[in-house]
C-alpha cells in the first residue's frame, strides 16, 4: 500500500458524536517519527477521546486515523493497534496489582502475543536480558519481586512507563504521567520522556505547565475538540484564545 | 514456582491426598473386611466418588473465575452436557434388557412411540466415541457461547447473568420429551459400563479410582496452564482487562481457551457422576447447581484450584450431613453460607489458612494485603 | 307479547270446555297436532293419553303454540313432573316444590286425584322435547333467553327448528336478537335442498358474515350434492372467515402477550429500581415478589376468619401491607449485607442467592411446601368478548395495574425528594454526601422501595399464579433479562422492554410451543446482549464508563 503521508500519526478532520455530544470536533493532528508533542487543554477538551480514538476504543463518527502512512486505524481493534505498535499509558496508573514487578514487564515485553504459545513458553536469556535492562531503567531492580499492588504511587507510574516501553512501541501515548508525582519524580519523569523521544515519537497529555515547560516541545492546544493553537509554549500562552479559554486572565 | 516445577507444595499434598485416596478407599473396601473400623462402607464409596466429581467441577469453575474473572453461573451446563453424553453410552448398554426388551431403542423412546434411534444418538454404543463426545459437547457449547460473549465483550454481571440463561434454555429443552434424551425423567437404570455391572463393586471402587486420577490430572492441567505465561495473561486479564488489550493481547482468545477447556472438564466430571449416581434428568441444569458449584470455590478459596476441591468436598460433606441430621435446616445452613463466606470470607478457607500461618511465622508483620475483590 | 297476555284470561275461561273435546279426539299424527294449534287446552290434554306419538305431537303444538305456560309444561315434562290421572286423562302439573296445578288452566288443585302418573317418555320424545324447549326459548320473553337459544339453534344445526324459528323471526322486535334468529335461520337452510338456491346463496354469506369458527363449521358442512352457486358462496365465506379468524388469533395472541408483558413488568420493575437505578445484583428480588404474594394470602386468611364482608378489599387491603413488609425485608437485607459489598457486583450476587434460599426455606417452615389459595374478588373474575377475542378481568386488572405502578414509579423518581436523592446519590455518591445527603440511608431506603414495589406485584401475580415458596425463582431470570434488554438504568427501556418480550413469546407460542418459544427468546435476548451489551435504550459515551 502507499502510504498516504510521510508522518506516524496522521489525523484529519477526525469527528466522535456520542448522543449528539461533539467529543472530537474535525480534529487534524500529525505526528513525525521521533517527536514529542505535549497536548494541553482544558477537561472535556477531547484529549482522552482522541488518545481513545488512536488506539481503537472509540471508533470515530468520521474522518481519518493512519499510523505510519499505511495502516488505518479506524478499521483496527485494540489489540491489532498495540501490536502495530502503538503504546498507551492511562491516566491512573493501571498496572496488574498480583502480578510481580518483573512479571509486569515480562507480559509487556514485545513477544508473541497468541493465547497458544503463550501456553508453552519458557522465558529466553534474551527477555531475561531486556527485562534487566528495563528495571534498571525505571529503577526497580530492587523491587522486581514486589507485588506491583505494593508499589507506591509514583513508581506505579514509573512501572507502567516501563512496561510501554518493553512493549517497544513506535508512538507512546503517555496520560497524565506527573499526576501524583512529588517535584523530583515529576522532573525525573520529564527527563525519561526527553530520553524515550530520541528514537520513538511521543504524545503527553498533561496538566501540569511546569512539567510542559520541562518537556521544552512542541505544544497542541486542544478546546472543544479541536486543535485551538499549536507551536512552542511560549508561542500558545500568547495567544488570544488559548489565555481565554484555558490559561484564564 | 522457584525450581519445584509449577506444582507448589500446597500442590504436592493436595495431590499426594488425592492419588492415596484413590488406592486407599477401594482398598478399604474390597480388601479390608466389614466391621473393621478401617473398612468403607458400600455406601461410601459412591458418595465419595460423587464429591470427587463435583471437586473436578469446583476446579473447573475455579480456573475460569479465580484466574480469569468469569463468574460462569452456567457450568452445571456444562456438567449435565457431558452427564448426558456418558448416559446415552449408557442406555445403549442396555441393550435387549429394557423392560420393552427392544434392543436397539432406549425404553423411553419405545415409550414414546420411536420408531428409530435419532442420529443424535448414533455411535453412542461405542465407549470412545462416546468419550470424545463428553469432552466435545460441552466445549462445542462453551466455544460458540464463549466466542459471541467474549468477542462483544459481555463482561462481569452480564456475562454471569446470559451464563444462568444458557443453562436455564438448556434446562427447559431438556425437559422436553421430544428433545430425544427422555424429557422429564431423564436416562437411568443403568446396566453396565465397558461390560462391568454397574452396581458391582469392584466397579464403583474402579470409577472413585477413576474420578480421583481425574480430578488430580484435572488439577494439573490447570495448573500448568495457570503458571504459564498464558495463565499470567489471565489474571492480567482478570485484574485490567483493558489495560491487557492495549498492550496487544487479544484478550477473547485468552478467555476463550479457558473457558472452553474449563467447560470439557466440567463435562469430564459430570460424565463420571452419572455412573456413580445412577442418573442424569435436566434437573442438573437448574440454575441453582451452577451457583452451588461457585459458593464451593467461594469456601474453598477462589483463585487457589486446591481451595476450589477443597470447598466442593466440605460443603457436599456438609449437605449430607446436615439433609441426614435436619433437612429443614440445610437451606438455611447453604444460604447462610453465601452470605457470610462472601461477607467474611473472601479468601475462603485456604486464604484464611494462609492469613492464619502469616501471622504465626510473623507475628508483628502486616496482613498479606487481600486478594482483589471480584471484578 | 301484549297479544298472549290478553288472550290469557280467554284461555283460562274456555279450557273446561275444551277439556271436555279433547276426549273425543283419537291418537294424533303430527299433521292434526299441526291443526291444534289453536286449541291450547287440546294440545295439552293430548298429554294425558299415555301415547308417545301424543306427546311428541303436543310437544310440536305447544312450541309454536305461543302459550305463555308452554315452556313451564315442557319442563314439567322433562322432569317427571307432567303428571295424568290414567281414569280421567287429565293432566296436572307438580312444581318442583310439590305443588299440583291442572296443566291447561294453570289453577291450583286442592285435592289432586290418587293414582296420578307421570307422562312417559322415550328417545324420540327426549328429543322433541328438547326441541320444544329450545323453540319455546325463541319466543322467550326475556331477550337474553332468545339470544342464548338462537346460538344454540345455530349450533346444533337441527332442521326440525325451522317452523319455530320462522315464527320467532316474525314475532322478534329486538335487532340483535333477530340478526341472530336469521343466522340460525341462515344454518338450517343453506344444506337444505328444498329451498331456493339463490335464498341458500344468501344464507351462506349471511353466515360468513359471522366469522366465527361456528360458522366455518356450518358452512363447511355443507351437503356434497348442494349447488355450484351456493359452494362457491360457501368457500368464498369460509376463506373470508379463516383470514379474519387468523386475524382475531394473532389480536388474541398480542394480548395474551400484554398479559404476559404486564407480568414480566410487574416482576421486573422493582429490578429496574434495585439492578437498575442502584446497580445492585438482587438475587432475592424474586422472594420479594414471593413474600408479597404470601401478604395477600394471609390477608385473606384473616378476612375470611374474622371479616368476611371485607373479602371484595382483599386486594386493596393487601397492596399497603405487602408493600411494608417487603420494603422492611429489603431494608433489613441492604443494612445488614448489601451495604457491605457496594461495587462489587459478583459478591453481591452470591450474597444475594443466599438469603433467597434462607427466605425460601423460612416461608416453606412457616406455610408449608404446597400451593397457597389465593381468591379473587368477584371484580377479578370473568370474562368479556371483544370480537372472536376472549378477555378475562383478572388479565385486565393486572395490565391496568402494571401500567399504575410503573407511572407512579416514574413519578415518585421524577418529582419527589426522595426520587431527586436516589438520583444524586447514584450519579455522584461523594458529591451527594458532601451536600449532606445521608447517602447510607438513602441507599436502604431506595432497597426498600424497590423491594416494597417487588411485594406488590406479588399481591399481583397471586391473582394468576401458584403461591408456593418457589414463586419466586420463576421470575428472576425474566426480571433480569427484561432490565437487561431494556437497557439497564433505564425505565421507559424496561416498560418496552417486558411488553416487547411478551408478545413476542406469544407470538412465537403458536409456531414453536410454549418451551421452545421461551428457549427461542432467550437465546434471541442472549444473542442481543452480545451485540448490544448495554440493552435496548443504552446510554453512550463516557457516561457509561463511570
Redesign the interface.
Known amino acids: 500500500m502507499e502510504p498516504v503521508t510521510q508522518s506516524l500519526l496522521y489525523l484529519d478532520n477526525v469527528s466522535v458524536v456520542?448522543?449528539g455530544?461533539r467529543?472530537l470536533n474535525a480534529l487534524s493532528l500529525t505526528i513525525d517519527e521521533a517527536e514529542m508533542r505535549a497536548i494541553i487543554g482544558p477537561n472535556g477538551a477531547g484529549k482522552?477521546?482522541m488518545m481513545d480514538v488512536i488506539t481503537g476504543k472509540t471508533r470515530p463518527t468520521k474522518g481519518e486515523a493512519m499510523f505510519a502512512g499505511i495502516h488505518d486505524l479506524t478499521k483496527l481493534d485494540e489489540a491489532a493497534i498495540a501490536q502495530l505498535g502503538i503504546g498507551r499509558k492511562f491516566q491512573t496508573p493501571t498496572v496488574f496489582d498480583m502480578h510481580t514487578v518483573e512479571d509486569n514487564l515480562l507480559l509487556a515485553l514485545k513477544e508473541d502475543r497468541r493465547a497458544f504459545s503463550n501456553i508453552y513458553w519458557r522465558r529466553t536469556a534474551r527477555e531475561k536480558e531486556r527485562i534487566e535492562i528495563l528495571l534498571e531503567r525505571i529503577r526497580m531492580t530492587d523491587q522486581r519481586f514486589r507485588k506491583a499492588a505494593e508499589l507506591s504511587h509514583g513508581q506505579k507510574q514509573w512501572l507502567e512507563i516501563g512496561m510501554l516501553l518493553a512493549q517497544e512501541p513506535r508512538l507512546l501515548l503517555v496520560d497524565e504521567p506527573a499526576a501524583g508525582m512529588t517535584d523530583q519524580e515529576t522532573a525525573d519523569t520529564a527527563e525519561l520522556l526527553r530520553d524515550i523521544a530520541k528514537t520513538q515519537s511521543v504524545v503527553v497529555v498533561e496538566h501540569d505547565m511546569q512539567f510542559v515547560r520541562d518537556l521544552d516541545v512542541k505544544v497542541t492546544v486542544l478546546h472543544e475538540g479541536s486543535v485551538l493553537a499549536e507551536g512552542s509554549l511560549d508561542q500558545v500562552s500568547a495567544n488570544e484564545r488559548v489565555i481565554e479559554v484555558y490559561l484564564g486572565r | 514456582m522457584n525450581g519445584t516445577g509449577f506444582i507448589d507444595r500446597k500442590g504436592w499434598f493436595f495431590i499426594a491426598i488425592v492419588l492415596g485416596a484413590a488406592v486407599l478407599v477401594p482398598v478399604a473396601n474390597l480388601m479390608v473386611p466389614e466391621g473393621s473400623p478401617l473398612h468403607v462402607s458400600d455406601y461410601l464409596v459412591p458418595l465419595l466418588g460423587k464429591y470427587l466429581c463435583y471437586a473436578l467441577l469446583a476446579v473447573a469453575v475455579d480456573l475460569v473465575w479465580g484466574y480469569c474473572g468469569v463468574?460462569s453461573l452456567g457450568h452445571a451446563a456444562f456438567f449435565g452436557l457431558g452427564g448426558y453424553a456418558m448416559g446415552m453410552y449408557l442406555m445403549r448398554q442396555i441393550g435387549p434388557r429394557g423392560v420393552y426388551g427392544n434392543p436397539i431403542l432406549p425404553d423411553f423412546m419405545v415409550f414414546l412411540n420411536y420408531k428409530e434411534l435419532p442420529w443424535f444418538w448414533w455411535g453412542f454404543d461405542w465407549f470412545p466415541f462416546a468419550f470424545v463426545m463428553v469432552l466435545f459437547v460441552p466445549g462445542l457449547l462453551a466455544f460458540l457461547f464463549g466466542w459471541?460473549?467474549f468477542?462483544?465483550?459481555?463482561?462481569?454481571?452480564?456475562l454471569?447473568?446470559?451464563t444462568?440463561?444458557?443453562t436455564?434454555?438448556l434446562m427447559?429443552?431438556f425437559?422436553?420429551n421430544d428433545m430425544g434424551f427422555g424429557g422429564n425423567n431423564g436416562l437411568t437404570d443403568f446396566k453396565d459400563i465397558l461390560g462391568f455391572s454397574i452396581s458391582a463393586d469392584g466397579t464403583r471402587a474402579a470409577l472413585f479410582a477413576a474420578s480421583a486420577l481425574a480430578l488430580a490430572g484435572g488439577y494439573v492441567l490447570c495448573r500448568a496452564l495457570v503458571t504459564s505465561k498464558y495463565g499470567k495473561v489471565l489474571v492480567a486479564v482478570r485484574d485490567a482487562e483493558s489495560r491487557t488489550r492495549f498492550m496487544g493481547y487479544r484478550v477473547e482468545n485468552y478467555k476463550l481457551l479457558c473457558w472452553t477447556l474449563s467447560a470439557m472438564l466440567a463435562g469430564v466430571a459430570g460424565a463420571l457422576y452419572v455412573p456413580q449416581v445412577g442418573i442424569i434428568n435436566p434437573g442438573e441444569f437448574a440454575?441453582?447447581n451452577s451457583?452451588e458449584a461457585?459458593?464451593w470455590v467461594?469456601v474453598g478459596g477462589r483463585g487457589t484450584l486446591v481451595g476450589a476441591a477443597l470447598g466442593a468436598v466440605l460443603v457436599n460433606a456438609g449437605k449430607t450431613w446436615f439433609t441426614g441430621l435436619l433437612p429443614?435446616a440445610w437451606?438455611?445452613a447453604?444460604?447462610?453460607?453465601?452470605?457470610l463466606?462472601?461477607?467474611f470470607l473472601?479468601r475462603g478457607v485456604l486464604g484464611l489458612w494462609d492469613t492464619l500461618a502469616a501471622k504465626r511465622a510473623k507475628p508483628a508483620d502486616t496482613a498479606v494485603p487481600a486478594a482483589k475483590?471480584?471484578? | 307479547m301484549r297479544i298472549l297476555r290478553a288472550t290469557r284470561s280467554g284461555i283460562v275461561s274456555l279450557a273446561l270446555l275444551m277439556f271436555a273435546g279433547i276426549l273425543f279426539l283419537t291418537p294424533a299424527t303430527p299433521a292434526r297436532a299441526q291443526g291444534a294449534a289453536a286449541d291450547p287446552a287440546g294440545t295439552i290434554a293430548r298429554f294425558g293419553t299415555d301415547s308417545y306419538g301424543d306427546t311428541e305431537a303436543a310437544l310440536g303444538a305447544l312450541s309454536v303454540s305461543g302459550d305463555p305456560r308452554a315452556s313451564e309444561i315442557v319442563e314439567a315434562l322433562r322432569d317427571g313432573r307432567l303428571l295424568f290421572d290414567p281414569q280421567t286423562k287429565a293432566v296436572f302439573l307438580r312444581s318442583p316444590a310439590g305443588a299440583v296445578t291442572d296443566a291447561a288452566t294453570g289453577a291450583a288443585v286442592a285435592a289432586p286425584p290418587a293414582g296420578l302418573r307421570p307422562v312417559r317418555m322415550n328417545n324420540r320424545v327426549r328429543r322433541a322435547v328438547d326441541a320444544a324447549a329450545g323453540a319455546l326459548a325463541l319466543v322467550s320473553p326475556d331477550p337474553a333467553k332468545r339470544l342464548d337459544a338462537a346460538a344454540a339453534v345455530f349450533k346444533s344445526r337441527d332442521a326440525a327448528a325451522l317452523p319455530a324459528l320462522d315464527a320467532a323471526i316474525a314475532k322478534e322486535s329486538d335487532a340483535r336478537v333477530k340478526t341472530a334468529l336469521a343466522e340460525a335461520r341462515a344454518v338450517l337452510i343453506v344444506g337444505n335442498p328444498s329451498v331456493a338456491e339463490a335464498e341458500r346463496v344468501a344464507a351462506a354469506r349471511l353466515i360468513a358474515a359471522r366469522g366465527d369458527q361456528e360458522a366455518l363449521a356450518a358452512l363447511s358442512n355443507l351437503p356434497a350434492d348442494s349447488p355450484a352457486a351456493v359452494k362457491q358462496a360457501a368457500a368464498a365465506g369460509i376463506e373470508s372467515i379463516n383470514s379474519s379468524l387468523a386475524m382475531w388469533a394473532v389480536a388474541q395472541n398480542v394480548w395474551y402477550g400484554l398479559s404476559l408483558g404486564s407480568v414480566l413488568l410487574l416482576a421486573a420493575i422493582g429490578l429496574a429500581i434495585t439492578f437498575g437505578v442502584m446497580g445492585v445484583?438482587n438475587m432475592a428480588h424474586g422472594e420479594m415478589v414471593m413474600i408479597g404474594a404470601y401478604t395477600t394470602f394471609v390477608v385473606q386468611e384473616v378476612i375470611r376468619t374474622s371479616a368476611p364482608f371485607l373479602f371484595g378489599w382483599s386486594l386493596a387491603i393487601a397492596l399497603p401491607l405487602a408493600f411494608l413488609v417487603t420494603a422492611l425485608v429489603g431494608i433489613l437485607i441492604e443494612r445488614t449485607?448489601i451495604r457491605?459489598?457496594y461495587?462489587?457486583?459478583?459478591?453481591?450476587?452470591?450474597?444475594t442467592?443466599?438469603?433467597?434460599?434462607?427466605l425460601?426455606?423460612?416461608v416453606?417452615?412457616i406455610f408449608g411446601p404446597t400451593n397457597k389459595e389465593v381468591g379473587a374478588p368477584y371484580w377479578m373474575s370473568g370474562s368479556f368478548d371483544i370480537g372472536q377475542m376472549a378477555i378475562t378481568y383478572n388479565r385486565l386488572w393486572i395490565i391496568v395495574f402494571a401500567l399504575l405502578v410503573f407511572f407512579a414509579l416514574l413519578l415518585v423518581l421524577k418529582r419527589t425528594m426522595l426520587g431527586l436523592y436516589v438520583r444524586a446519590v447514584t450519579q455522584n455518591r461523594r458529591m451527594a454526601a458532601a451536600m449532606g445527603i445521608r447517602t447510607g440511608r438513602i441507599d436502604a431506603l431506595t432497597f426498600g422501595f424497590g423491594s416494597g414495589i417487588a411485594g406488590i406485584a406479588g399481591v399481583a401475580l397471586s391473582q394468576i399464579d401458584n403461591v408456593s415458596p418457589n414463586l419466586g425463582?420463576g421470575y428472576i431470570?425474566d426480571s433480569?433479562?427484561v432490565v437487561?434488554f431494556g437497557g439497564v438504568g433505564n425505565l421507559w427501556g424496561t416498560l418496552v422492554a417486558a411488553f416487547g418480550l411478551g408478545i413476542a413469546n406469544k407470538l412465537l407460542e403458536p409456531f414453536a410451543g410454549a418451551?421452545?418459544g421461551?428457549?427461542i427468546i432467550?437465546?434471541l435476548?442472549?444473542?442481543f446482549?452480545?451485540?448490544r451489551?448495554r440493552g435496548l435504550f443504552a446510554?453512550?459515551?463516557?457516561a457509561v464508563e463511570a
Do not use: H, N
Open positions: 456520542f448522543d455530544f467529543a482522552t477521546t | 463468574l459471541f460473549a468477542r462483544s465483550r459481555v463482561t462481569g454481571v452480564y454471569s447473568i446470559i444462568q440463561a444458557m436455564y434454555a427447559l429443552a425437559f422436553r440454575p441453582a451457583i461457585v459458593i467461594a429443614e437451606l438455611f447453604l444460604g447462610a453460607l453465601f452470605v463466606v462472601t461477607l473472601p475483590p471480584a471484578e | 445484583i449485607v457491605f459489598l461495587g462489587r457486583p459478583l459478591e453481591t450476587l452470591l450474597a442467592w443466599g438469603i433467597s434460599l434462607i425460601q426455606q423460612a416453606r417452615s425463582q431470570i433480569f433479562m437487561v418451551v421452545l421461551k428457549i432467550l437465546v435476548i442472549i444473542l446482549i452480545q451485540k451489551p446510554l453512550k459515551g463516557r
